[in-house]
């Protein structure tokens, strides 16, 4: 008998360095996974021969694309906080009690949102989205050069992000919308038929294809010239559960008398009234029944009968079965039982908003009211929470408060806060969804007359906005400090794994390696000490010599006088110092110019704006115009942010648009009337304006979204 080992293959070495052993068993203490690279040193016969991430994911099939990252990655960014970006009141309309929900319009990034409400953290939302959302509505930008027209016919959606880019943008902000809903909370995407088949497969991957409910085609006109092909008038609504328990409540619209007819094509010999020919049985197996002078009827194969045996008596009795010619029970359904046509997954019976309907707000991709007061009945119950992280015109928003339910709303152009927020504050004048009765059953509201109440108390804030004159009190703000500049570069701080190391100001980690924040708000530090090696060969002192592997730094430039520098410890081996460096007196351009996208400064561009990341800033905008015979005319703008290239911008070029109330009180909610792109305005800086009133009010905002304070144009 021979043993195991005679015909087994020695073990491979683990050439792992005393760092990587340290590493290791840093894990298996932690109960967390080794990082990737360990991997392949841990299983040098094996690891290289499989993509592990491919088949984490290889329980369905999947959309495989550079770039493609796990889900576990994406919500662990989250859950260290890398890019999870305050919350901050900007205003707020109505009064509430301490405590109480007040709807929300969030102005920023919506990934960055959805990273705060994962996190849970954030004393405006905490225990109060994540896990507790019951319908997700979005209809995010589809990455393609689509056919919607915004004003005068433009395109209302960017091409520039490619498709896989595109793809993997969306699919970081649908893991963690998972993650917001409810076990019974549902999802609904827009999406165009250039892209519906790439996220199906994203769906499926992220709620599992079990979870796939509907896919619901929306036809939204009734032609359209296409020229060498078939005209494209749908869109498709992909609809998936969190769970398989979930919110349904059936939806019915009237049927025509035609539509009667067709469905209905027989009349009962008694009643007279119109009915169809329902079968008894479904699929399954069961037992058979007695079916009065019939006796005993077996179901046929694979089915049982529908109905219990005291359900099939009564039926009997009252004539509702009847037998065909061979013998087969079926059922009358009448017309007049039913309170209308069913609706299916072909949504046919409204379509998109025209030029001449009274919700027209002139918004590109506006979608009708009807469309998501059909979504949000069907899949969500009074006071439900609806979000929407893509609201633009803000019509989830719209049609939620008026069915009674919590919302929120999300975007990132300023334009669209503004158009959100005048709908809202506009609510009243809107027609209603639901009918309303008095105590003694009057009618005193009926659908389709003006809403007329007030909105629910809601506030807009702001996602990732710091106020950078808080940040350069350093002495007053070191803890927003380290904040900034930590998120600067993708980091976040994370005490508890900083407190190992025996040394001062760590304050984050980068692959377990130390990173140090410089104290430039100790006034020796930032005036007296530089960063040079003598500085360095402290930091091992301090260590007490035994500082090996990385070591970050994160500083001004001015403060180091040494670049990335490599010393020795006491044992001879190597420490890696990094400087982390940022010019300290261009902080904010320096953020803005690395992730933010600008405002737009034309209606084309309204939507381009599903890439802007990270933080941005209030500055101060200033503003001034006076009246002219045709409108106005710009006479003092000027903004401190810098271009590209890191110069300020000149005249006018700095601004995206305008806003315009023309009933502006001071004091009272500016509630935008109109909006003045860049590109409308002439070279002289004058802008066409008509029905000017004696109270306009005017906000002029920058391409980093800043905004001056209201102007009253006199």
Known sequence: MHSWRENSKPMPKLNLTSEEKDRLIEAVNNGTEPSPDLLPKLFPGTAEKFDVQALDRAGIPTLEYAGKRTKAAILAEASAGIGAAPLQIVRCFGETKEGEWRNLIVQGDNLQFLKTCYKNEDSLIKDKVKGQVKLIYIDPPFATKSDFGGKDGERSYSDKVATAEFIESLRERLVYLRELLADNGCIYLHLDCKMSHYIKVILDEIFGKERFINEITWRRAYSHNDGNRFGIITDTILWYSKSSSWIYNKIFIERSDMETKDEYPYIDEKSKKRYKSVSMNAQGHGEPKYFGDKGLLNPPNGTHWRWSQERINNALETGLIYFTANGVPRYKQFADDIEGKQVQNLWADFMAISSQSKEQINYPTQKPEELLERIILASSNPGGLVIDCFAGSGTTAAAAEKLGRRWIACDFGKHAIYTMQRRMLRIGRSKAMLEEKSAIGEVIVKVGDPYKKEP???????????????????????????????????????????????????????????????????????????????????????????????????????????????????????????????????????????????????????????????????????????????????????????????????????????????????????????????????????????????????????????????????
């Open 456 to 714: 629910s108390p809601f506030c807009v804030v702001s996602s990732g906005a710091y106020d950078f004159s808080h940040i350069m009190e350093l002495r007053k703000n070191k803890e927003t400090y380290i904040d900034f500049v930590t998120g600067l570069f993708q980091l976040t701080r994370d005490e508890e794994k900083s407190s190992k190391y025996k040394l001062a100001n760590i304050y984050a980690v980068i692959e377990n390696h130390p990173v140090e924040v410089y104290p430039i708000w100790d006034d020796q530090f930032l005036k007296e000490v530089k960063i040079d090696e003598a500085y360095l060969q402290e930091i091992i002192a301090q260590s007490g010599g035994s500082l090996r592997g990385e070591y970050y730094i994160i500083t001004p430039e001015s403060c180091t006088n040494i670049g990335d520098t490599i010393l020795k410890n006491r044992d001879g081996k190597d420490v890696q110092f990094h400087m982390l460096t940022f010019p300290y007196k261009v902080l904010e351009d320096i953020s803005r110019n690395l992730v933010l996208t600008e405002q737009p400064s034309s209606q084309v561009n309204v939507n381009n704006l599903i890439t802007s990341t990270a933080f941005y800033f209030n500055e101060n905008v200033e503003f001034a115009a006076k009246r002219t015979s045709e409108g106005i005319k710009i006479t003092h703008f000027d903004t401190k942010i810098l271009n590209k290239e890191g110069k300020r911008f000149e005249g006018l070029s700095g601004l995206a648009m305008l806003l315009v109330d023309l009933d502006y009180e001071t004091g009272k909610p500016f509630d935008m009337d109109q909006t003045v792109f860049a590109n409308e305005i002439g070279e002289d800086s004058a802008i066409k304006i008509e029905g000017l009133t004696k109270s306009v009010g005017l906000i002029a905002i920058d391409k980093h979204g800043n905004e001056a304070k209201p102007f009253n144009l006199e």
